[in-house]
T-cell receptor
Framework: DTAVSQTPKYLVTQMGNDKSIKCEQN?????MYWYKQDSKKFLKIMFS???????INETVPNRFSPKSPDKAHLNLHINSLELGDSAVYFC?????????????FGQGTRLTVV | AQSVTQLDSQVPVFEEAPVELRCNYS??????LFWYVQYPNQGLQLLLK??????LVKGINGFEAEFNKSQTSFHLRKPSVHISDTAEYFC???????????FGAGTTVTVRA
């Protein structure tokens, strides 16, 4: 059983399109995250939700909108895709409060904008 | 705000040789420290973590790390590497009252026969 699963694993799309990436965790965690890994493999947090409430919103263009229908799901919708959005996007979950346990990561979604 | 510096961007090493990956952090408050590994085309997997207590932390796959508060370091070591240890290694830090991880730039370890 995959703890944190993302779909799709690969996504190739044209500039200007709108796309979504889905994430689900079956760990019972309250907190979920989206991280972006750029072409130099640098990882940076984008958003975090705790029990469906947005708690972290780093400096990310408004074209990126996270949506959490319930605490087990955190989807990422991207409008008007640009070439610079090409990256690997990782979903993660954790359960802060239990002595700050580690974050569990999904396998990543490689987004290529052409 | 906290930050993480990984001092080596690439570390080539021969099979069965030891390896050390260096990580320094800066923070004005107490932090939690982590090492993650990313195998090619995979997600991130936790190797080990330091939350409190003993400064020598043992993780999976024979890795260990030592927390040094005075030097603000959390270096990762393995006494004998395998070809399968070829991967990207990330040091990360979080504050005790914060949800997010701040990552270093990563160290690429390439193990050669």
């Amino acid at each position: 059983d995959t703890a944190v699963s993302q779909t799709p694993k690969y996504l190739v799309t044209q500039m200007g399109n709108d796309k979504s990436i889905k994430c689900e965790q079956n760990l019972g965690h309250d907190t979920m995250y989206w991280y972006k890994q750029d072409s130099k493999k640098f990882l940076k947090i984008m958003f975090s939700y705790n029990n469906k409430e947005l708690i972290i919103n780093e400096t990310v263009p408004n074209r990126f909108s996270p949506k959490s229908p319930d605490k087990a799901h955190l989807n990422l919708h991207i409008n008007s895709l640009e070439l610079g959005d090409s990256a690997v996007y990782f979903c993660a979950s954790s359960q802060p409060g239990q002595h700050n346990t580690e974050a569990f990561f999904g396998q990543g979604t490689r987004l290529t904008v052409v | 705000a906290q930050s993480v510096t990984q001092l080596d961007s690439q570390v080539p090493v021969f099979e069965e040789a030891p390896v050390e990956l260096r990580c320094n952090y800066s923070s004005s408050v107490s932090v939690y420290l982590f090492w993650y590994v990313q195998y090619p085309n995979q997600g991130l997997q936790l190797l080990l973590k330091y939350l409190s207590g003993s400064t020598l932390v043992k993780g999976i796959n024979g890795f260990e790390a030592e927390f040094n508060k005075s030097q603000t370091s959390f270096h990762l070591r393995k006494p004998s590497v395998h070809i399968s240890d070829t991967a990207e290694y990330f040091c990360a830090v979080s504050l005790s009252n914060d949800y997010k991880l701040s990552f270093g730039a990563g160290t690429t370890v390439t193990v050669r026969a």
